[in-house]
């Protein structure tokens, strides 16, 4: 068993997104030609850039009315959805897209930081090819959201299954898949857990298995997920699905959860490589970095 020590992952080839400001509980983000000011509950600190600096860039902000709900506030004309690309590990070849949009949860469609867990997912997809001679890997994307790592495991060739509660989301989550000139990939609407555990009795493989668990949630009848309460319990069903050569990833936005967290529910099986840390973003004017979730990897090929 390799592990590798703790890391600190950042993306480097997203140009279409910037994070250019972040603190006073606000970030300021540009995603493509629009800039967006939004809550963010982790930035603890002073801005570095002044209030009317921040007004003076942003096209739109969002006015909490509750802990996750709220409206958009145009400040300047913008459309309410548009497009945005990224180069899978900086190659134009390798690009994905995705349609953002003003949504009433101050969410626009896309997790940003994510993207290095993009690059690992294609690269890992594709050095299992190379190595293993299996065409097609199969890859199960859950809590898949809009899909962007459904997109990237399909752009390196796989088999993919992507699952998400949420039906409208799954919907978003195809309309992204169209847009990047992909196809094929399966839409399953359910709640996760119900659906490793029927894949773990059916007896299913899969080379590739993403997590992006929320802290709470909710399926798509009612069934309740709470991290603390159910991770465990998925992981043990995740990793009886996993083929004999395979990658996992485990990643969570929760406040106050340690990656050595992450590490510890992803046993060491083989000769693998085990690393965990944490995902941020460092903002282009001032000093600041945002942490954004915690994740750990593991690869036995």
Known sequence: MQSQQMQFLSPSNFTDY????????????????????????????????????????????????????GDWKKLKDMPDQWRIRYNINGNKRNCISFRLGLTGFKHVGIFPEQACNWDFIFTSISKLRKQTNTNTPKVLNLFAYTGGASLAAKAAGADVVHVDSIKQVVSWSKENMELSDLRDIRWVVEDALK??????????????????????????????????????????????????KHFL?????????????????????????????????????????????????????
């Open 18 to 69: 910037e994070l250019i400001d972040v603190g006073n509980f606000e970030k300021l983000e540009r995603f493509g030609k629009y800039i967006t000011i939004r809550p963010e509950p982790q930035a603890l600190w002073n801005k570095s850039l002044n209030e009317k600096e921040w007004m003076r860039l942003a096209h739109v902000k969002f006015i909490p009315k509750s802990s996750s709900t």
């Open 195 to 244: 659906f490793v555990k029927r894949e773990e009795k059916r007896g299913n493989k899969y080379n590739g298995i993403i997590l992006d668990p929320p802290a709470y949630g909710h399926g798509p009848k009612g069934e309740k997920w709470k991290i603390e309460d159910n991770i465990s319990t998925m992981m043990k069903s995740v990793l009886n699905i996993l083929d004999e």
């Open 249 to 301: 990833i485990l990643n969570a936005y929760s406040l106050g959860l340690s990656p050595l967290v992450m590490q510890n529910l992803i046993p060491e099986t083989g000769n693998g490589k085990l690393s965990s840390g944490e995902l941020f973003l460092p903002s282009s004017k001032g000093t600041n970095v945002l942490p954004l979730g915690v994740f750990g990897r593991y690869c036995n090929f």
